[in-house]
DNA sequence: CTTCTGATTTTTATAAGTAAAAAACAATTG
DNA sequence: CAATTGTTTTTTACTTATAAAAATCAGAAG
């Protein structure tokens, strides 16, 4: 962003919106520093949008006394494009894009000047991404050598799901121990109900699923929180969405023995029944470790 | 190490030691590739070490031919000093010394810039080390604003052990299922007698501790290995380090209760007692999360 | 004396450039 | 033709430089 001053323009966007919605011509406006934190960039940053808005005419200034002359219109915003993106976010998202799209295999190397050139931007900046990238565990390099896409191979799979294992069993545990009174066991319920609710009409809504097993998980973890069982979770996560993508035909499949299990698990956690659900819940991890096994690209 | 050529410097240094012990003047020497994977250099770097030793005199080349013409002599090595560290590495150790000894406490914020200027080096090259340190949770940032040294409270402590006591716990019943013939048991027993040769003497040999202990939790790991668990041992072991140099005097007290608790784990453990090491196994993780917690700033 | 402003200094995000090292290519030799 | 060499191209690791943004400072105003 720096070169390109993205975050003044989008400052001076917001602060139009802010002036439309809640003044009128002739108000007086307050101080830098509210007008810098309304903002959220600092006092430097709004000073120069404030500036910028005194040329354009849209204020003018009496001493110190800053007040609304002009209301603006649409056409004196910025256009916000896909380039206002920081440089880092573009990396990103074409980076991802080509390990989903699977353009990147595991095993396959690749260097930090070809991602530069194909998304327009310096090695530095993609050196950075993929540093910080790298602690999902998927890519690695050496010094003085080109990046690589790990195997995924059935190891990795299987201390994946080992430490899942641990922390969903944990999981559950804590959420056992939850006293009834607990908010938790509504949005439990709430749950369940829209996993039947989707469950009969899985063949057309089996998409739907993903975001339903965020939501189970997010729930389930709340009853402990911990930030490394969290970060834990990002790399599964990723792992999954992006192994997934090789094999959407199983997807539908997939999905609907997903939601039964879950129904499942959900159910026997509402009847108190740790047993049911330990089990239930040991079934569903393996059912995913193996499908993920053969899918995997071994 | 890119501006100066320290990977040339050793490769000549090696090549040099290479030479002395396996050859004699007159020898013919083998081909680029067979020196490059000798030396673990790219066939670049070796032919330049070589080309630089026909300079020096030692090598004659008759045609495509290289031949041993002098033995080298310990003049013509380079001389090795603290500089010919990677960049990398200058920062690493340099932060590391920084917050080891206080100078950045927690909360503390802290600019790149400065980093760089103390340790000598350009800003790149710090904020990608503060990006691959970020993955042990002790630093953070956000966009346009300088690094943090995140607070060491309460809630960190009890994560973090919380995760421990999972993973040591399912390591511990792994552990126990191996069969009796495995390594592993004269392993553990080897370390029992190490554990009970100092520990009279622990008045004068408590900092010989920390070795041990590395050593107990890296057999204990070694029933089950995975990467995620190695992963979160080091962040372990990298809070407990840097948490503890504040707190110099209560060292010997903490590994004299230490060395004894350990030896009680693996006491029970080697009789098979699994009920009983996993009460002593209970005990001292609850021992060492509130002596860090005690010591913590909080 | 606290809050605000205007001016100044520092820092971050990014770009552009480069020596050293690695990798790829092409010619040659055994 | 496989292995080796000489040559060329590409990439990494690092440096220097700078616009944009943040942070600081010193007065001024309430």
Redesign the pocket.
Known sequence: ????????QKSVNALLDILKNEYVVGDNLP????IANRLD?????AR?TIDYMIEQGFIV?L??Q?TLYAMPQKSHYFAVNKQSM???KQVEEHFLNLILNGKIKPGDRF????LARQSN?????V?EFLIRFSRFGLIE?S?????QMKNFDEQFVDELYEVRHLFEMYSLSSFMQLEETKPHWQQLEALLLEHQEIEPHMEERFHEFPKLDQKFHTLMQSAQPNQFVSQFYDIISFVFHYHYQWDRNSEKDRNTVAVHEHIDIISKMLMKDYRGATLALEKHLNTAKESLKNTAIL
Chains 1, 2 share one sequence.
């Open positions: 962003m720096s070169r390109k001053n993205f975050l003044f101080s830098d520093l509210t960039v600092s006092r430097s940053t120069k200034k001493g110190s800053k920081s440089k880092d260097s930090e000047l070809e931007c310096n090695t530095v900046t050196r390099k010094p003085r050598s080109q990046w």
